[in-house]
């Protein structure tokens, strides 16, 4: 035996452990897809214990060509009427048009779908969820298999793995509980996510009204400055007099400033103006006006 044989019979080996590894032993693929048969049967009243040996029988425990390329778990074939992928695989005849699915959770949906919607099917569901003798030979007679020994096959499956313990008892109502669990945590993050986006919301909104308002505080005209507290008793009067008659400035068109005063409230009761103040005291500012200085009103 030359060196090239040696080596060829070892890669040969090594693929063929590669793939065995690879493959699900039967309890496997059932531990695998047992909650998902318990969960078609509560919305479809299929016994889970046939949908797992339906799945175990016709996918080869999920490592048959047309499971592992097609992710087709249950040999349905693409009928009339069929509008999603196709994958060719020999069964009858060479080539024949199987379903593929993105998923295998979605074959188990679609075998749900297609024995509840074809009218061949309908008085399995007459049938008590718990007999799934019945129900084996129910699905032979309504054509599913054309293997003669279909539902026996079906039966020993179920028999030899105690599937039917899926179909009632504490299996059955643990794994209702976790459903309902499921589908209370289902709501309640749907809820939180609403809230989330809501919350998100208002800040969006609460830090464009922020952005609005020092915008406007930007655009504010600042206040004058104050060089002394206003007293209450330097305030002017709060009957003016007649517009008519103006106050007559002290001798020599003088006044000393007051606590309080401006030149502004200086002009008016002078019958003046700022700028003509100004004028007449070079270097007077009107934001540094001392107490006690005179200045020129007129």
């Known amino acids: 035996m030359n060196c090239r044989t040696i080596i060829s019979i070892i890669l ?3 693929a063929t452990m590669q793939l065995q590894a690879q493959n699900l032993t039967r309890q496997q693929y059932i531990n695998k897809y047992k909650d998902v048969a318990i969960k078609q049967m509560h919305k479809h009243k299929i016994p889970a214990s046939i949908i797992l040996a339906q799945a175990c029988l016709e996918s080869g425990d999920g490592n048959s060509t047309l499971a592992r390329k097609a992710n087709n778990h249950f040999g349905i074939k693409c009928h009339n009427g069929w509008k999603g992928k196709g994958y060719k695989h020999d069964d009858d005849a060479k080539g024949e048009c199987f379903r593929k ?12 779908y297609f024995l509840i919607s074809g009218s061949r099917y309908n008085s399995l569901f007459d049938l008590p969820i718990t007999d799934y003798k019945a129900w084996a030979h129910g699905l032979k007679a309504a054509g599913y298999a054309t293997n003669p020994k279909y539902a026996k096959l079906l039966i020993d499956i179920i028999e030899e793995y105690k599937l039917y313990k899926y179909d009632t008892g504490e299996a059955f109502k643990e794994s209702k509980a976790q459903l309902k669990a499921a589908k209370k945590e289902a709501k309640l993050q749907k809820k939180m996510r609403k809230l989330e986006k809501k919350a998100a919301k208002a800040a ?14 930007g655009t504010a005209p600042a206040a004058a400055p104050e060089t002394a507290p206003v007293q209450p008793t330097a305030q002017p009067e709060a009957q003016p007099a007649p517009k008519t008659e103006q106050p007559t400035a002290p001798v020599g068109e003088t006044y ?13 009761r002078y019958g003046t103006t700022v700028d003509e103040i100004t004028r007449l005291n070079p270097g007077l500012k009107a934001t540094e006006l ?6 020129r009103i007129k």
Do not use: C, M, V, W
């Not at 830090?207 to 020092?214: D, F, G, H, S, T």
């Not at 001392?290 to 200045?295: C, D, F, L, P, V």
């Open 12 to 14: 040969i080996a090594a």
């Open 101 to 112: 699915y993105n998923d295998p959770i979605d074959s188990f949906t679609d075998h749900s």
């Open 204 to 217: 969006r909104k609460s830090e464009k009204a922020k952005i609005k308002l020092e915008k406007l505080k």
């Open 256 to 268: 000393t400033i007051k606590a309080g005063d401006t030149l502004y409230s200086i002009a008016r």
């Open 290 to 295: 001392k107490i006690g200085t005179q200045i």
